[in-house]
T-cell receptor, first 118, second 113 residues
């Protein structure tokens, strides 16, 4: 069990540029979640996948945000035309709710990607 | 709308003292509740969760929390603080139907030697 990994750990970009973050979940986990965490706040849910299906995306912050999980393994989160307000920590989590209620499954979090938009 | 409120953005205790981190939830339906810990430069780690099986929930690292419906609370406690407990702690809530977890703003715990 190598844990959830995220790449890059830090990203500095200029306003208007596109950025893409990658998340590699724990290998057998079929659920993958994206959250955003701003300074002084708790994580805010963005979207989640079960295998390759994106089951909830209404919480994505705007149409500039999109996520994919094409083969049901790793996932990418893309932000187009970045704005300074997008500066935050982007967290990924994964789970495999075997024997648990899905709504209370144990989500394992990665270390996050810190985005700074200048 | 579902929400949690964590009272106190920063709590400071002496090593060996009781740790009490407060969380109150707002809900019209039975909630599921969680406590997470976040160490610097690390991801969130689940400490414990309430899933309606028992009101007193024991978690990792000696932490426990008690669900009190009458007080809409789920406070986190530890009898004796260790230096290694210094971190950010988050309370979260969800409900049935795959609603996303809603996190509180967090409480930073400092432990003084």
């Amino acid at each position: 069990d190598t844990g959830v990994s995220q790449d890059p750990r830090h990203k500095i970009t200029k306003r208007g540029q596109n950025v893409t973050f990658r998340c590699d979940p724990i290998s057998e986990h079929n659920r993958l979640y994206w959250y955003r965490q701003t300074l002084g706040q708790g994580p805010e849910f963005l979207t989640y996948f079960q295998n390759e299906a994106q089951l909830e995306k209404s919480r994505l912050l705007s149409d500039r945000f999109s996520a994919e999980r094409p083969k049901g393994s790793f996932s990418t989160l893309e932000i187009q035309r970045t704005e300074q307000g997008d500066s935050a920590m982007y967290l990924c989590a994964s789970s495999f709710p075997h024997g648990q209620l899905e709504v209370t499954d144990t989500q394992y979090f990665g270390p996050g990607t810190r985005l700074t938009v200048l | 709308a579902q929400s949690v409120t964590q009272l106190g953005s920063h709590v400071s205790v002496s090593e060996g003292a009781l740790v009490l981190l407060r969380c109150n939830y707002s809900s019209s339906v039975p909630p599921y509740l969680f406590w997470y810990v976040q160490y610097p430069n690390q991801g969130l780690q689940l400490l414990l969760k309430y899933t309606s099986a028992a009101t007193l929930v024991k978690g990792i690292n000696g932490f426990e929390a008690e669900f009190k419906k009458s007080e809409t609370s789920f406070h986190l406690t530890k009898p004796s603080a260790h230096m290694s407990d210094a971190a950010e702690y988050f309370c979260a809530v969800t409900f049935s139907g795959n609603t996303p977890r809603v996190f509180g703003k967090g409480t930073r715990l400092s432990v003084i030697a």
